[in-house]
C-alpha cells in the first residue's frame, strides 16, 4: 500500500490509495485522517484545488486537479477531533 502524497511542499500520510489512468492520464483516489491542529494548513492547501502531485513510493509525479473531494466532518475546530478525507486528483495537461 502507497503509504503518503506531496500535494506541492506537504506530505500527507494516507490510509487508502487508489490509481488508474483515464484517458492516458493519472488518476489517484486517496483517504487521509486530518488532525483538529492540521485542518486549518490542510484546508487552505486544498482550496487552491491544483497542486504539483507526487506519489513517491510509485515514482509518479504530475500536476493535478480536484475531482472529488469530501471529509467525514465539516468543523475541525474542537481539539483531538480527527476527519477522514477523501480526495479524488486528475492530472492536468500543460
Same mark, same amino acid.
Given at each position: @500500500? *502507497? =503509504?503518503? @502524497?506531496?500535494? !506541492? +511542499? &506537504? *506530505?500527507?500520510?494516507?490510509?487508502?490509495? /487508489?490509481? /488508474?489512468? #483515464?484517458? %492516458?492520464?493519472?488518476?489517484?483516489?486517496? /483517504?487521509? !485522517?486530518?488532525? =483538529?491542529?492540521?485542518?486549518? +494548513?490542510?484546508?487552505?492547501?486544498?482550496?487552491? $484545488?491544483?497542486? !504539483? #502531485?507526487?506519489?513517491? /513510493?510509485? !515514482?509518479?509525479?504530475? &500536476? %493535478?486537479?480536484?475531482?472529488?473531494? =469530501? *471529509? =467525514?466532518? *465539516?468543523?475541525?475546530?474542537?481539539? %483531538?477531533?480527527? $476527519?477522514?478525507?477523501?480526495?479524488?486528483?486528475?492530472?492536468?495537461? +500543460?
Amino acid at each position: @500500500m *502507497t =503509504s503518503k @502524497m506531496i500535494l !506541492d +511542499d &506537504r *506530505t500527507i500520510q494516507l490510509t487508502n490509495y /487508489e490509481e /488508474e489512468k #483515464v484517458n %492516458g492520464l493519472y488518476q489517484v483516489s486517496v /483517504e487521509f !485522517d486530518v488532525t =483538529s491542529e492540521e485542518y486549518h +494548513d490542510v484546508a487552505t492547501l486544498l482550496y487552491k $484545488g491544483t497542486f !504539483d #502531485v507526487k506519489i513517491p /513510493e510509485k !515514482d509518479i509525479a504530475f &500536476r %493535478g486537479t480536484i475531482h472529488n473531494y =469530501s *471529509t =467525514s466532518i *465539516t468543523n475541525l475546530y474542537n481539539e %483531538g477531533e480527527v $476527519g477522514q478525507y477523501k480526495l479524488t486528483l486528475l492530472e492536468v495537461k +500543460d
